[in-house]
């Protein structure tokens, strides 16, 4: 049994962890937004070449995403100071990385790897991609 003063830190502990919690749902609203219109993109993409055979369509729709990405660190610029520096790390790595890459496969016209982007060799459409798991990541 653990004596008032070892339970002190515990509770300390916790209430911290609801804090950080806290400071994430403007993080997370903004980065679940952003997913969320990915994959409408993904999807409305999909069927105008599909369904309707227009690459123009398809093509914009995959250029869509890419800016989505492209935007993601302006739109979480200033939401990140009072994050924990290791969740903060991850998140400015991993949203560099998207808006890096959308960057180059837009610049480069490259219509393959605007269609691949957040995605990896094997997954399947159901698959979270990788803005999702990050998401997945914050909420645990």
């Given at each position: 049994?653990?004596?008032?003063?070892?339970?002190?830190p515990?509770?300390?502990?916790?209430?911290?962890?609801?804090e950080?919690?806290?400071?994430?749902?403007?993080?997370?609203?903004?980065?679940?937004?952003?997913?969320?219109?990915?994959?409408?993109?993904?999807?409305?993409?999909?069927?105008?070449?599909?369904?309707?055979?227009?690459?123009?369509?398809?093509?914009?729709?995959?250029?869509?995403?890419?800016?989505?990405?492209?935007?993601?660190?302006?739109?979480?610029s200033?939401?990140?100071?009072?994050?924990?520096?290791?969740?903060?790390?991850?998140?400015?790595?991993?949203?560099?990385?998207?808006?890096?890459?959308?960057?180059?496969?837009?610049?480069?016209?490259?219509?393959?790897?605007?269609?691949?982007?957040?995605?990896?060799?094997?997954?399947?459409?159901?698959?979270?991609?990788?803005?999702?798991?990050?998401?997945?990541?914050?909420?645990?």
């Amino acid at each position: 049994m653990k004596t008032p003063d070892q339970m002190v830190p515990y509770l300390k502990e916790k209430k911290m962890d609801i804090e950080k919690k806290e400071l994430h749902q403007p993080v997370l609203h903004i980065l679940k937004e952003t997913a969320e219109k990915f994959r409408s993109l993904d999807q409305e993409a999909d069927v105008a070449l599909q369904s309707k055979r227009d690459t123009a369509t398809y093509k914009q729709k995959l250029e869509e995403r890419a800016k989505l990405l492209i935007n993601l660190p302006n739109l979480l610029s200033g939401k990140l100071e009072d994050l924990d520096s290791e969740v903060k790390q991850r998140i400015v790595r991993d949203i560099e990385w998207f808006a890096t890459s959308a960057n180059e496969a837009l610049e480069n016209n490259n219509g393959f790897a605007l269609g691949v982007l957040l995605t990896h060799q094997g997954s399947k459409n159901t698959d979270k991609n990788d803005l999702e798991e990050l998401i997945a990541l914050l909420e645990k």
